[in-house]
């Protein structure tokens, strides 16, 4: 359903319109938002590593530097020589290898640390689409319950929620709906009534469901151009 002031962009196939409307509760196509119950166990990894993993490896990094900066003149003293015997080729080796463990230590500490602000922007993220979709859903029902006499169409609907999507969703009645309509019966007096009596009616009504138009519309015309 659309007014000739808010046309609905085309969505391609049957699996396009469901994970176009799903953005309604998402404001994603499901892929990358945390539920609330991945939100909280995402929030202790994040705890752990900030309190546990990162202290551990910054004084791991801590006790490898001094050897490290012992090393590093150990290696431009032979690497100084223009030849070296057995035994320094061993001290050299030996050397560059703690080098080496210092800068795995001091890189596996940076990834932790970069880890953490991905993590927090993450949950940050989810957390927003959770409201976001908890509202888009209140937003939609109260758009049906506003109009006129309107319900929403359930005769085609999935038997389960579609993929990456929450099963546990407080509108999942609605995520899987294969697509939306409303419907509303006409009073046979309108009929009766005449044409123009009946058309008068039935522009009323319609405009009535408009803001759930202007719902599906938005979240169709987003899914085309992240699906482009």
Known sequence: MNTEDDQPVPVTSAEDGIRALGIIFTNQLGEGVLTLDAIEAEQEKLNNTVNEVIPAYEQKVSDAR???LEAQATVEALKAKKSLNSVEKRKLAEAEGVQANFKALNDTLN??????????ENIASS????????LNGDNMVAA???????RLCTENTLKRTPKDFPTNHKYD???RLKDFGVEKSIDPKLVAAGEEALLTSVL????TIQPLVEILNRAINYANEEMV
């Open 204 to 207: 009323e009504d319609l405009r």
């Open 144 to 150: 049906v319950e506003n109009s006129n006499g309107f």
């Open 111 to 120: 990834q932790h640390r970069e880890n953490v602000s991905i993590m927090e």
């Open 127 to 134: 957390i927003k689409a959770n409201a976001d979709a908890q």
């Open 66 to 68: 001094e050897a490290a």
């Open 173 to 175: 009645n609605l995520l």
